[in-house]
């Protein structure tokens, strides 16, 4: 249990080595608590391996056309994490102008509503923007409509659709656009 009654502020960083483990095992637990319902287990634990392996986030922390942040407590323990990931799009926005993916804003549920996510958007859209970007866009799942709305908040737009596909399970996410 992560102690939640701290007023302490929380920083926000560029993920490192020392992280990989609390990323890989934050992953799986908040994808696994918000998606878990929706596939047979055997999909589930499948595709935890593959995404969120040890392995499978040190890639995604030392690839080059990507950018990890956490966000931590001040004894810098991991809450959350979030991912731009140049080089990536959709057929709904390839007319769009200098494009960039959000991928994967996830936040320990112990810290969801005291604006850890908003803070790691916040950071993300700020890099994007640094880097010469016009739009980012993300994929959220059509079902999960506490992010949709929180997105919506930020300033994202429905633009359209694509499969997920998790093992033989095929779910809609949403494709959701901001202007930078």
């Known amino acids: 249990m992560i102690d939640t009654t701290s007023t302490r502020p929380i ?3 560029d993920a490192v080595d020392e992280d990989i483990n609390y990323i ?3 992953g799986s637990h908040v994808f696994s608590t918000t998606f878990g319902y929706s596939v047979p287990p055997h999909e589930l634990q ?3 391996d593959e995404a969120y392996s040890i392995p ?3 890639q995604d922390v030392k690839d080059p056309n990507k950018d990890m942040i956490v966000a931590t407590t001040p004894d810098n323990t991991v809450i959350g994490f979030a991912l731009l990931t140049r080089g990536t799009s959709e057929p709904c926005i390839v007319h769009l102008e ?3 993916e959000f991928q994967r804003i996830y936040v320990h549920p112990d810290y969801h509503g005291l604006g850890v996510g908003k803070i790691l958007a916040s950071r993300i859209e700020a890099m994007a923007k640094e880097q010469g970007f016009k739009h980012i866009w993300l994929g959220v799942w059509e079902e999960n409509l506490k992010a949709q709305k929180v997105y919506e908040k930020l300033g994202y737009v429905k633009v359209g659709e694509h499969d997920f596909t998790i093992g033989e399970v095929v779910q809609t996410d949403n494709i959701m656009v ?3």
Request: proline residues 0%; positive net charge; glycine residues 0%.
């Open 46 to 48: 499948a595709y935890l």
């Open 98 to 100: 200098n494009t960039v």
């Open 11 to 13: 920083n926000v960083r």
């Open 178 to 180: 901001k202007q930078l």
């Open 24 to 26: 890989a095992s934050l």
């Open 56 to 58: 499978a986030t040190s």
